[in-house]
């Protein structure tokens, strides 16, 4: 096996709230390149990539980031890794504005939500889905409530973004978790 294809092998699948909305995600990079916020090793830098899309993968596990790079995307997609801590003093070290979707999956750390929504350009889209406090009672993934969301509180996060789709419970995957997933745009004119 090539390594390509063995990194690809590593991903995962991609969640079904991501496969969902390639379409909007594709259309959305009119307005600006697509930014994986804490990518891990790229389970959807990477499928974003392979739509032909430059994706700009932050996380600050820099062996991940290492073994993102080693994928060649396909239909001329580029991935672009930013090693950096998202929870250090300051924003990060990203063009507000600048991004035609941002994709959060399975990282949660309050305090950036506001940066999170700067980040998107006007008529930007936000995909966001990570874990609520249900998770706990299947017995892996995060324990500690500040990894875990609240009833309805990804739904209430990003005030300045017109919500398009929202759910709660658990997932359609192989190993189901219990999340919350929110598909948000910033409106085009404010
Ligand atoms: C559970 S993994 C999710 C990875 C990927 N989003 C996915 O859905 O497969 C959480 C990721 O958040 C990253 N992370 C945690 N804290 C971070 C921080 N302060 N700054 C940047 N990345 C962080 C970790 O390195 C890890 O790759």
Redesign the pocket.
């Known amino acids: 096996m090539s390594r390509d294809a063995e990194r690809r092998a590593a991903l995962?699948a991609p969640?079904p709230h991501f496969t969902a909305q390639v379409e909007r995600i594709r259309r959305a990079a009119a307005l600006g390149p697509i930014l994986?916020?804490?990518?891990?090793?790229g389970?959807?830098a990477v499928p974003a990539a392979d739509l032909g899309l430059p994706v700009v993968a932050?996380?600050?596990?820099r062996e991940?980031l290492a073994t993102l790079t080693q994928v060649v995307p396909t239909r001329g997609g580029r991935l672009l890794p930013v090693a950096?801590?998202?929870?250090?003093r300051g924003a990060p070290p990203l063009r507000p504005g600048g991004f035609g979707a941002v994709?959060?999956?399975?990282?949660l750390?309050r305090p950036l939500f506001p940066a999170i929504e700067a980040l998107l350009a006007p008529g930007g889209l936000l995909l966001y889905e990570t874990f609520t406090l249900d998770q706990r009672a299947l017995g892996w993934g995060p324990g500690r409530d500040a990894f875990l969301l609240g009833p309805g509180e990804l739904a209430r996060a990003f005030p300045g973004l017109e919500i398009l789709d929202y759910t709660e419970g658990p997932t359609a995957e192989a190993r189901p978790a219990h999340t919350a997933r929110l598909l948000a745009r910033r409106p085009a004119s404010r």
Not at 58 to 61: K, N
């Open positions: 995962g969640s994986d916020l804490a990518c891990g090793h389970r959807h932050l996380d600050r596990d991940a950096a801590d998202l929870e250090g994709l959060v999956f399975r990282y750390h």
